[in-house]
């Protein structure tokens, strides 16, 4: 099994900025991406970006250029800047993993979620 775990959500005003981090942990062999989704009430979960292994980043429309993906394969972290925080960014924000974990198997693995606030 894999756990993820958020920290660094919180209450921010527009404009400001907050860094979220997320811990992959457990059978884990190898990690092929990461990222992070958002889903605020009453509306569906959303992509915010994805990093894989290697780097290679994808963003959701609505951050680009605000919002920056970093991987640490070392440590399977993944974090999320966020910068020029908008009232509409504010949701709850869950981490995910794609992952080998050791049997094999190849599954994608989600956080609790971490709440994130934009409001002055």
């Known amino acids: 099994q894999v756990q993820l775990v958020e920290s660094g959500g919180g209450l921010v005003q527009p404009g400001g900025s907050l860094r979220l981090s997320c811990v992959a942990s457990?059978?884990?062999?190898?990690?092929?991406?990461m990222g992070w989704y958002r889903q605020a009430p009453g509306k569906q979960r959303k992509l915010v970006a994805t990093?894989?292994?290697?780097?290679?980043?994808n963003y959701s429309d609505s951050v680009k250029g605000r919002f920056t993906i970093s991987i640490d394969d070392a440590k399977n972290t993944v974090d999320l800047q966020m910068n020029s925080l908008k009232r509409e960014d504010m949701a709850v924000y869950y981490c995910?993993?794609?992952?080998?974990?050791?049997?094999?198997?190849?599954?994608?693995?989600w956080g609790q979620g971490t709440q994130v606030t934009v409001s002055s």
């Open positions: 995910t993993a794609n992952a080998v974990i050791r049997s094999g198997v190849i599954n994608t693995y």
């Open positions: 457990g059978s884990i062999f190898s990690i092929n991406t």
């Open positions: 990093i894989s292994s290697g780097g290679r980043t």
